[in-house]
T-cell receptor
């Protein structure tokens, strides 16, 4: 059973398009995250949701909009895609009551903007 | 500014030797530090957590040390195997209910 799943795994699109990435976790966790990993392999937090409430919103262009319909899902919608958005996007989840923020990551979505 | 630094160069070692990876940080006072493993094309996988009041933590062939005075953690893999080849990331708790990751060190174990 996949703990944290993301779709699609690969996404190739043209500049200016709008695209979404979906994430689901079946671990019963209450906190979910989106990270961006660039070509230099830095993994940077973008957003975090706890029980569907946004708790972290890093300095990310407002073209990126997360949506959490329920505790098990966190989607990422990106408007007007730019070349610099090309990266691997990882979804992750954790349990807040553990107080250690140990992250369980999805397999990643490789986004290529042409 | 806050920084987490890991050796950006790849670490190449022979099978059976001990691999030692370094994580240095500045301007943080983390309550704990975590190490993750990332294989190509996959998400990071949690390995070990060490708290600020712990000097050392072990799990099978893995050992982590945490020196809050030096602001450094060392990650050791003893009796290394080719299957240990991967990128290893350290991550700090920075008090915002999220982790801040280093850029990782790629380990290559030669048979």
């Amino acid at each position: 059973d996949t703990a944290v799943s993301q779709t699609p795994k690969y996404l190739v699109t043209q500049m200016g398009n709008d695209k979404s990435i979906k994430c689901e976790q079946n671990l019963g966790h209450d906190t979910m995250y989106w990270y961006k990993q660039d070509s230099k392999k830095f993994l940077k937090i973008m957003f975090s949701y706890n029980n569907k409430e946004l708790i972290i919103n890093e300095t990310v262009p407002n073209r990126f909009s997360p949506k959490s319909p329920d505790k098990a899902h966190l989607n990422l919608h990106i408007n007007s895609l730019e070349l610099g958005d090309s990266a691997v996007y990882f979804c992750a989840s954790s349990r807040r009551d553990q107080r250690t923020d140990t992250q369980y990551f999805g397999p990643g979505t490789r986004l290529t903007v042409l | 500014s806050q920084k987490i630094e890991q050796n950006s160069e790849a670490l190449n070692i022979q099978e059976g030797k001990t691999a030692t990876l370094t994580c240095n940080y500045t301007n943080y006072s983390p309550a704990y530090l975590q190490w993750y493993r990332q294989d190509p094309g996959r998400g990071p996988v949690f390995l070990l957590l060490i708290r600020e009041n712990e000097k050392e933590k072990r799990k099978e062939r893995l050992k982590v040390t945490f020196d809050t005075t030096l602001k450094q953690s060392l990650f050791h893999i003893t009796a290394s195997q080719p299957a240990d080849s991967a990128t290893y990331l350290c991550a700090l708790a920075t008090g915002r209910r999220a982790l801040t990751f280093g850029s990782g060190t790629r380990l290559q174990v030669q048979p």
